[in-house]
């Protein structure tokens, strides 16, 4: 694993968290970092994982993960702002180009297309895992956009000149110098296949390694400085240094083109190596097209309400309400009590509205910090005073976002007539809306991907049932096909759209009786 020591953690310090609830970056600090529940870490720890062959390959996801992150911003043009990460990379039209030789590319972008959704693009997923690589230490950014087409070509290959690459590099926004610590860097890490390059690396007969990988340093799946103090001591086994064919070193040309005097430095100094490698990482990964608009560095809130679930129920005319909070790095005490207060609709707060939470679980989040998740469980509010914000007390401090509270919208909810009917797979959606919110349309939002696998939303219209005055709700329902796809609720409001509620499938809900 990496153990940088960042320069860039320094800025996190003047970063202002979000107001929680935000759609999108709640899924993306949750993606970021709360990596380990939602299941992205097991992708790339160990670092000498390798999930798509045998474990004596030679090769590891972690390389992989790095190439394609490399390859997709490498076509950037800083003239006119075009290419960069985008997830271009994922087009079969741009892995078929000699520069994207290798099957790395296909192999990660296949893992993390299903992980993006309409908050988290498919190239953030991959950033995501690049950070928790990079210990955890790289300001992480959201925002990025998944192309609709691939981009002009642009990545350099090995038997280009050193004219070539420099020109290259500097297309894509780097000097000399940095480009010579963005290949250090990235080398390493893995190193050549000889299916891939057949001319640069023959096949090498190792039983630890099928693959034939010619790996670029000995700690092949180690962010360490091992592939500079090995060039410098001239003991490298670098098949692009020492390569039998000197056109194709294109390692030794670059490495070589300051006199060596970077690669001097990074031999000398790990730290330097470390912070630079960091620096030039988090400046690839935040390359992206002219006009994309990332967000501000996600720093993990330290207090984060998640699932909070809201589900009317007409016959009692009550609503459950059920949820958690993650405390973040917060001292390991089970016996901390943690209360929950909330206001009712009108901004309320009766005594009753207090309770203590359960006590979850503690989840390690890498080898720094720890994740404290606190729950409570469905419990009725009356639907005609319903629910508006919510704070926490921890140890005895008012936790409410300096005042604000934490906001809950109540105005369209899941209803718990909410069927499904196992025998065929379909069912209906009843969504209870506020009398007062008066919507011209509701419908149920449903993720799915257009032709380039970006992700989009269906709308599935909503028809509303007969008014019952004695209620706080009116309902709309519609019938699905799917009883575990997943939906949220969308409304018209006045002329804008609104987008509601934890996502739920069907089967979260009883049989239908008839
Ligand atoms: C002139 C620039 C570069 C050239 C000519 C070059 C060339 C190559 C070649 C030929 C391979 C072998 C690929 C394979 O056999 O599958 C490779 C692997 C790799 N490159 Fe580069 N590279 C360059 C720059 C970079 C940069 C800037 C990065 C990242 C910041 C990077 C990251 C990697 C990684 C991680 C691997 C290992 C992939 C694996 O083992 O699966 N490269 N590079
Ligand atoms: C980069 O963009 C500029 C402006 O459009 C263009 O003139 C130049 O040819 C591009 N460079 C490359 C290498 O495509
Ligand atoms: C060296 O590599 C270059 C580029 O791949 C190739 O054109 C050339 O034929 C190779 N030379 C030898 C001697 O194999
Ligand atoms: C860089 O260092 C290597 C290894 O000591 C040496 O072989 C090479 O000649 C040096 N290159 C330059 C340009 O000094
Ligand atoms: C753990 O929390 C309990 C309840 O707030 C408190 O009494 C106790 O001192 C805490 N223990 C530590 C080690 O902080
Ligand atoms: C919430 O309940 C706790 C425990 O009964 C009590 O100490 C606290 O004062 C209450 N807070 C509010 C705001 O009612
Ligand atoms: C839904 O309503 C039924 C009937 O009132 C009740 O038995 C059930 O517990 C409710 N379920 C939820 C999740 O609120
Ligand atoms: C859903 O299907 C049922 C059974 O076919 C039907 O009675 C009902 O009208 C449908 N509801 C909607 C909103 O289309």
Redo the contacts with the bound molecule.
């Keep these: 694993m990496l153990t940088l020591a960042l320069l860039v953690s320094t800025s996190l310090a003047s970063v202002q968290a979000y107001v929680w609830p935000s759609p999108q970056l709640d899924a993306l600090e949750a993606m970021r970092w709360d990596q380990n529940r939602f299941g992205i870490a097991p992708l790339i720890r160990p670092c000498d994982l390798f999930i798509f062959g045998p474990a004596n390959s030679g090769r590891s996801n972690a390389a992989d993960w790095i190439r394609t992150a490399y390859h997709d911003m490498a076509t950037y043009n800083i003239t006119d702002g075009t290419g960069g990460m985008d997830a271009s990379i994922r087009f079969a039209a741009e892995q078929a180009r000699p520069e994207n030789a290798g099957d790395g590319f296909a192999n990660t972008l296949n893992v993390l297309q299903p992980v993006s959704n309409r908050y988290v693009s498919s190239l953030l997923t991959s950033l995501t895992l690049i950070r928790i690589a990079a210990a955890q230490k790289l300001p992480s950014r959201g925002g990025r956009l998944d192309a609709a087409v691939p981009n002009q070509p642009g990545v350099p290959e090995p038997q280009e000149g050193l004219d070539s690459h420099v020109a290259s590099f500097s297309r894509q926004g780097f000097t000399k110098e940095e480009m010579i610590g963005l290949v250090a860097c990235g080398h390493t890490f893995g190193g050549v296949q000889h299916a891939t390059f057949p001319t640069i690396v023959p096949d090498l007969h190792d039983s630890n390694n099928v693959d034939s990988v010619a790996h670029f340093d000995t700690t092949n799946t180690h962010f360490d400085n091992n592939v500079a103090t090995e060039y410098i001591s001239g003991t490298t086994l670098n098949p692009l240094v020492v390569g039998l064919n000197d056109t194709t070193n294109s390692d030794k040309r670059i490495f070589g083109s300051d006199g060596n005097a970077t690669m001097e430095a990074f031999a000398q100094s790990p730290d330097l190596f470390a912070s630079t490698c960091a620096n030039l990482f988090a400046r690839m990964l935040d390359t992206v097209p002219k006009g994309v608009q990332l967000t501000d560095v996600i720093t993990p809130l330290p207090v984060k309400p998640n699932t909070i679930k809201l589900?009317y129920?007409a016959?009692?005319e009550t609503i459950?309400f059920s949820g958690e909070v993650r405390l973040w790095d917060v001292p390991a005490n089970l016996s901390r009590v943690v209360r929950m207060l909330w206001d009712d609709r009108s901004g309320s707060t009766s005594t009753a509205n207090n309770i203590t939470l359960s006590t979850g679980s503690i989840i390690p989040i890498g080898s720094r910090h720890t994740a404290t998740w606190y729950f409570f469980n469905?419990f009725p509010l009356s639907a005609s005073s319903g629910v508006s914000s919510i704070r926490f007390v921890v140890d005895g401090k008012l936790e409410d976002q300096q005042g604000k509270g934490f906001a809950v919208n109540d105005d369209l909810v899941f209803a718990?007539s909410s069927c499904s009917m196992p025998a065929d797979g379909t069912g209906t959606f009843d969504v209870a809306v506020r009398k007062d919110v008066a919507p011209t349309r509701v419908y149920l939002e449903q993720t799915s991907r257009d032709s380039t696998s970006r992700p989009i939303i269906v709308e599935i219209d909503m028809t509303p049932k007969p008014v019952d005055s004695s209620k706080a709700y009116a309902i709309w329902s519609a019938n699905v096909s799917s009883t575990f796809e997943s939906y949220t609720i969308g409304a018209e409001v006045g002329g804008v759209k609104i987008t509601r509620g934890l996502g739920m499938s069907l089967n979260q809900f009883g049989e239908c009786s008839s």
Aim: hydrophobic share 55%; charged share 15%.
């Design positions: 589900i129920d016959l009692t459950a469905l718990n």
